[in-house]
């Protein structure tokens, strides 16, 4: 069955580093646009950053250009995702999500993703 699996998260400190990691498996995700969202408390949903099939394309919300990166790894029968965070804030607390989008397109959207994890907690301390 398809999975998204997320692991990495936890508490930190401003200006700390934090590597996210997302095991696809289930699916051809070597094919899949994968992404990262996140939601902090009382907020909704919003895009951080994504990578196309071929890891040739990526995109960035503004909030996080500059001090995240995504890369991903498509090995043969599970896809592994990672968002390097660093500089953290307290801004960037929240429950961080995995998320794959069927395309035909070497591309990276913002929106209609097919597949999503159960996240992971992300806590940056002041």
């Known amino acids: 069955q398809v999975q998204l699996v997320e692991s990495g998260g936890g508490l930190v400190q401003a200006g700390d580093s934090l590597k996210l990691s997302c095991a696809a498996s289930?699916?051809?995700?070597?094919?899949?646009?994968m992404g990262w969202f996140r939601q902090a408390a009382g907020k909704e949903r919003e895009f951080a950053a994504g990578i196309s099939p071929s890891g040739g394309n990526t995109m960035y919300a503004d909030s996080v250009k500059g001090r995240f990166t995504i890369s991903r790894d498509n090995a043969k029968n599970t896809v592994t995702v990672y968002l390097q965070m660093n500089r953290l804030t307290p801004e960037d607390t929240a429950v961080y999500y995995c998320?794959?989008?069927?395309?035909?397109?070497?591309?990276?959207?913002?929106?209609?993703?097919?597949?999503w994890g159960q996240g992971t907690q992300v806590t940056v301390s002041s």
């Open positions: 998320a794959a989008d069927m395309t035909s397109f070497d591309k990276v959207q913002q929106r209609g993703y097919d597949y």
């Open positions: 289930g699916r051809t995700f070597s094919s899949y646009t």
